[in-house]
Structures are given as C-alpha cells and as structure tokens.
Nanobody, 121 residues
C-alpha cells in the first residue's frame, strides 16, 4: 500500500522560511511526477509546484521566485523550500504523486494527508 508522508510544516513569521519533505513508502515503482498542492480554508485546492523525474519543474505564479521544488536522491522523495513566506501562504500542503504523465494538474494517483503551514503577520 503506497503512502505519502509529509513533514516540515509549522508556524513561521512572515518573511521566514520552511522546508517541506515528502517520502513515499510501499511503492515498488518510481513516480514520474511529484509535487505539492495546498488548500486554505474556503478556497479550492491549488497546485503549488511539480517536478518530473527528469527535473522539469512548474510553479504557481503566486510562488514563483519564492518556492523551490526538488527531488531527493532517494527515489520517490520530494521537497519544497519555501522562502519569503507570506500570510496568504497559510494552508494545508499536500504531497501528490503520479506514476505516469508529466503534470500534476490531472491524474494524481496518490495523496499525502497534509502538513499545516501557518504564516503569521
């Protein structure tokens, strides 16, 4: 049974940084694309960033230049370095993975349970 486990959430002041990590367990195969969604109260879940096994990345406009997504040396791990955090970044961040394909806009196969990020003003 495949599980995605996030870590690294927490409370930070505006302008600060956090690093989210996600590790997959129970998978005998590699995910071609992994990434992060987030959902704030009353707002639809949105794709924040994604990265393919080949290293291609894409970001939401709202986080470009502030967030960096990367894959770990171990297969099926992904990180999100978040700098210059703003109160509007406050949300539950979900790790997502897709076995095939090159985007996470559709076809997500697995979801983590989420990590809360709170940015105080």
């Amino acid at each position: 049974q495949v599980q995605l486990v996030e870590s690294g959430g927490g409370l930070v002041q505006a302008g600060g940084s956090l690093r989210l990590s996600c590790a997959a367990s129970g998978s005998a195969f590699s995910f071609n694309v992994m990434g992060w969604y987030r959902q704030a109260p009353g707002i639809q879940r949105e794709l924040v960033a994604a990265i393919t096994s080949g290293g291609n990345t894409n970001y939401a406009d709202s986080v470009k230049g502030r967030f960096t997504i990367s894959r770990g040396n171990a297969s099926n791990t992904v990180y999100l370095q978040m700098n210059s955090l703003k109160p509007e970044d406050t949300a539950v961040y979900y790790c997502a993975a897709r076995r095939w394909g090159t985007t996470l806009t559709v076809g997500v196969n697995y979801w983590g349970k989420g990590a809360l990020v709170t940015v105080s003003s």
